[in-house]
């Protein structure tokens, strides 16, 4: 299922995703992750552990629609079971809004992920967008739904 959102909701979107912060737990340490910006000691950790690339990507309120804390637990346990810790690095991470009336939404950092593995994760989900790096570029935001 694809979604197409209204030039309103994607700038709204848009501008809420690049002031949200992406926190990633990993190894005891807490990288604050924002879009388009570099961050040294994050980048220190790619390195140190081998991740060539990466992405964070929630399972909760699909396509921004509101669920319950239950139904979002639900949906990030199963993300959580779902995924071949195997193949993949992964941390747990949240994205945290600016906006207060939003609440953070637990996500999933898997790193050494391709592009479109990600992609296709995020588009099963049903989100409207992951955010997605390596270790030679900034976080960015990729969008998985169409514009109108």
Known sequence: ???????ESYA???KAYKETTYEVKAL????????????AEFLRFLEEENIDSWSVI???NPYSRELSNKENENRH???ITALDKKEYRVFEAKGVPADDNWEAEKSLFIGNISRERAMDIGKRLEQN????????????????????
Not at 28 to 39: C, D, T
Not at 129 to 148: D, H, M, Q, S, Y
């Open 1 to 7: 299922m694809s979604r197409d959102l209204t030039a």
């Open 12 to 14: 709204f979107l848009e």
């Open 28 to 39: 005891s340490q807490v990288y604050k992750l924002k879009i388009g910006e570099r961050h």
């Open 58 to 60: 929630s399972a909760f």
């Open 77 to 79: 346990l199963n993300f």
């Open 129 to 148: 967008a992951i955010v997605f790096g390596t270790k030679t570029t900034r976080p960015e935001i990729i969008w998985l739904v169409n514009r109108k």
